[in-house]
C-alpha cells in the first residue's frame, strides 16, 4: 500500500518570501511560517480550506493562546513555539498519513467500494459523473487521476465546501446529505505580509473550559484526534477544534501504484458524513462568516453574489460588539477578535488590514461561481462608531444613486415600447444599467473608506463624503448615458430619453451638498 505522509511531504501550495512558487510539507509550512508569503491555490475552496487546517494544528500544538496577552508575547516574539508544532506533527504523525490502512487522513474506511466514482467528483471546477458541465474543464472523468498532494488539497477542501444533494449510500437515510459548513458562504481571512501575521491574525483566543471562541459540548478535538471516523449522523460540533475539521461526508481515496512506483489517485467514494442537527446553527460557532439575521429566520451566511460585490455589504465586516449600526448584520468573529486587539493596543489604529473574501454560489447542487474578494479593513474603523456611521452614508450615496440609474433606465424602457408591453423587464436588463455602474465605484469607495480613517477632522471628512457624492454622480451619469447609447436608433426612444435625462440628472445633482473636491491621492492596494 503507497504512503503519502502530509506532515513530511510537500503538498501546501505556497508563495514564498522571494516570490517563487512551490509546494509544502505541512512540518515546513508551521516552522517557517516567515519565509512564506502566502498559502494560496487556483481554487478558493483549497485555500479557505488548508488556512482552517494549518489553523486548527496550531490551537492544539500550543494549547491556545488562551488570551490576548498570550496572543501578544507570541506576536511580539515575531514566532510561536515551533518545537511544540514539531513535537505535536510527531505525536500524531501515522494520523496525517492519506493512504494508511487504518485511519487515513480526513478519510473513512467504513465505506462501500461499490460506489466509487472518477476522482473529479471530489473536486468543484474539474467535470464529472454528476456535474458534467464544470466551471471552467471538460476533461474526460474517466481518464482522470489526481497526484497525491492535489488529491490531499481536494479532500480538505471538499469536506468544509460539499455541496448538499444525492450521494450514494446503503439506506435512504444516507443517500442525501447537508451542504459542508462553508458553502455558500462567504468566508473571511485576515491577510498579513507573511503567512505568520495571516495565521496569527486568524488564531482567535482558544479556551474550551472558559467559552473561547464559542461554548464547547465535550472534548475538543480536531478530526485526527477522534477514536472513532465519522459517522452519517446528526451530532453539534463539540468546540471550535472539531468545526474547523467538520468531516461533512465519508471520504475514501483509491490509490494506484504503477511498476515504477509512481502513485495517483483516480477514484474516491464519498458518502453522507457528520451533519448539524436542526437545534444547532453554523452561527454559533463559525468564526471566518458574517452572518445576516431577520424577525422570519436564524442567522444565516451572508453569501457572495454574482450581482453584488462585496464592499456594497461593508458594514458586515465594520460593525463590532462597540460599534452596533445595523442589527441585520453580524461580522466575523475574526473581526471582534481584531477589534479586542486594537483596544488592548496590541495592533496599531494607523493600520489597514486586507481582509480576504472566498466563496461561492450553488443552485441545485452545482457549483455556479466562486470568488476571491479583498477588502482593506483600516483598523481605525473597528472602534470608532462615528466613523461606521459615516461609511453607512457613503454606502447609502451610491445605493441612492443606484435606485435613480435604474428607475430612470426602465422609465426610458417603458416609454420606448407600446403601451402595456411585457417587455419592460427584459429590455431594462438587456440595458443593464448597473453593468458599468457599481464596478467602477468600488476602488473609489476604499479610497474614501481610508481618507476618512485616516482622520478625525470633521471638516476633512465632510470632504471625503463630498468628493464621494460627485464621484458617485459621475459615474452614474455615464453609467446612464451607457445604457442608453442603444436606444439612439429610434425616434421613440428618443422622445423617452429626452423626457427622463433630465429628470435623472437633476436628481443625482440633489445628493451633491457640495462643490467637487480634491479626490484622495492614495492608491488602494490589491482592491
Known sequence: MPSFNLVDQPWVPCVLADGRLGELSLAAVLTRPQEIREVVDQAPTVTVALHRLLLAILHRALAGPRDAAQWRQIWDQGAWD??????????????????AQGRPFYQARGVDLQYA???????????????????????DPAEAALTPAQAARYLVAHQAFAVGGLLSGRTSSEKSADAAPLCKAAVCLAKGPTLFHTLMYNLLAYDP??????????????AWERDREPSPGDRRPEGYLDLLTWQSRRILLIPVEDPNGAVTVPSVVIMKGEQFPDDWELSQGET???????????????ALSEERALWRDSLALLQTARVR??????????VYWLADLVTLGVLSRQSTIPIDVYGMTTDRAKV????????????????????????REVLAIAERAGNILAESVREIARATLPPGSNAVAPLTGALAPDRSYWPALEIPFFQTVQRLAATSDAAERARAIAWWAEEVNRVAR???????EPLHESPRALLAIAQHERSCILRLNKMVAKPSVTPPQEEVADA
Not at 325 to 334: E, G, N
Request: charged residues 25%; contains cysteine.
Open 82 to 99: 515551533t518545537g511544540a508544532v514539531s513535537a505535536y506533527l510527531h505525536r500524531w504523525y501515522h494520523r496525517f498519513d492519506l493512504f
Open 117 to 139: 466514482d472518477p476522482i473529479t467528483k471530489l473536486t468543484h471546477e474539474l467535470a464529472s459523473p454528476v456535474n458534467p458541465v464544470s466551471l471552467f474543464d471538460h476533461t
Open 209 to 222: 473550559p472558559n467559552g473561547l471562541p464559542f461554548e464547547s459540548y465535550g472534548h475538543d478535538l480536531p
Open 288 to 302: 471566518m462568516v458574517p452572518f445576516c439575521q431577520t424577525k422570519a429566520r436564524p442567522p444565516f451566511p451572508l
Open 325 to 334: 449600526i445595523d442589527d441585520s448584520l453580524r461580522p466575523p468573529k475574526m
Open 368 to 391: 455556479r461561481f466562486w470568488r476571491h474578494e479583498r477588502f482593506p479593513l483600516p483598523v481605525a474603523v473597528l472602534d470608532d462608531a462615528t466613523l461606521v456611521r459615516e461609511v
Open 478 to 484: 455615464r453609467a446612464f448615458a451607457e445604457a442608453i
